[in-house]
Every structure is written in C-alpha cells, then in structure tokens.
C-alpha cells in the first residue's frame, strides 16, 4: 500500500472514530465499529502470508512474520502521527491559548488517574 492510500486510511479512522465517540456518548456506538475500521487497515496493510522454510525454528518462524509486519505497522504509525501532527499544527495556529501540547498533558493525567 502505498504512503498516500495509507495516510488516506488514516484520515478515515480519525474520522470516523469521532463520529464513534459521538454515538457513543448518545449511547449508539459498539466498540465493533472502531475495531473493524482499525481491523481494515491492518488487513489492507499486512500480508496474510509468509514465506517460511520448512525447517524453520520457531524464532525463524517468529522472525520472519516480525519482519513482514514492522514496516507496514510503521506505515501506519507514522501516519497517525502525520495526521495528528498536521491537525495539532492547525489547531495550535487558530488556538494559541490552549496548545495541542496542553490537551495531550490533560489527556495524560486524565488517563493515568483512571488506573
């Protein structure tokens, strides 16, 4: 998958993860949704296959679905964080009194008091 294809996949799964979080807040939402949107991209991204010699040790084995999954996973990752990037650019650029920086310290301590 290309750069482009992925960052659009990306795109998507932001999107529609805010219109998830909105139903559910409505109480419309099933954890389903944003499961399969992720799933999809994870499926377009990763082959379903790999190439294992026979007598492959099971650290062969393991090494080698490691190597076919890092880099399409770091495709992915590296686009979400493209994406957040260039959302927080532009949120900081019309909101300077609240930073992007500011709202991932908030989200931190809210998530880390929930432990």
Do not use: C, Y
Not at 27 to 50: C, H, K, M, P, R
Not at 56 to 71: E, F, L, N, R, T
Not at 77 to 106: W, Y
Request: charged content about 25%.
């Amino acid at each position: 998958m290309k750069d482009a294809e992925v960052m659009t996949r990306v795109i998507a799964i932001l999107t529609e993860t805010r219109k998830w979080v909105a139903d559910d807040a409505e109480g419309d939402a099933s954890d389903d949704q944003a499961l399969d949107l992720v799933g999809a991209l994870v499926n377009e991204l990763v082959s379903t296959s790999f190439e294992v010699p026979g007598d492959a040790s099971p650290q062969d084995v393991a090494a080698a679905i490691g190597g076919a999954m890092s880099s399409p996973l770091f495709k992915a990752f590296a686009g979400f964080a493209a994406a957040f990037h260039l959302l927080a650019a532009e949120h900081d650029q019309h909101n300077p009194e609240v930073t992007s920086a500011d709202v991932l310290r908030d989200l931190a301590l809210r998530v880390s008091s929930e432990e």
